[in-house]
Nanobody
Framework: QVQLVESGGGLVQAGGSLRLSCVVS????????MGWFRQAPGKEREFVAA????????YYGDSVKGRFTISRDNAKKTVYLQMNSLKPEDTAVYYC????????????????WGQGTQVTVSS
């Protein structure tokens, strides 16, 4: 059984930074591609970033390119999302997700999901 637990959300002013973490249980974390998604109130869930098993390849949604950085530590079974230059429009519940396959931006491709962590950016 694979379980994902996010942390690190909170309230921050525009222009500030936050780092989200997602710890994954299970013995084969390094075999999963990992992704971050977000969902704002009244909106569909949106792809944010994804990272390959080794961490060698990453992919970002257009709205966060140049501001967010995804990384992973396979020894700690953790994936991170460093968020800089935050904007009010980044306010959402952020979810991490895992899939045993290639990098994907489609949420339907991910097999496992965390419960989400709230990020609120004030103007």
């Amino acid at each position: 059984q694979v379980q994902l637990v996010e942390s690190g959300g909170g309230l921050v002013q525009a222009g500030g930074s936050l780092r989200l973490s997602c710890v994954v249980s299970g013995r084969i974390f390094s075999s999963y591609a990992m992704g971050w998604f977000r969902q704002a109130p009244g909106k569909e869930r949106e792809f944010v970033a994804a990272i390959w098993r080794s961490g060698g390849s990453t992919y970002y949604g257009d709205s966060v390119k140049g501001r967010f950085t995804i990384s992973r530590d396979n020894a700690k079974k953790t994936v991170y999302l460093q968020m800089n230059s935050l904007k009010p429009e980044d306010t959402a519940v952020y979810y991490c997700a895992a899939r045993a396959g290639s990098l994907q931006t489609n949420e339907a491709a991910y097999n496992y999901w965390g419960q989400g962590t709230q990020v609120t950016v004030s103007s």
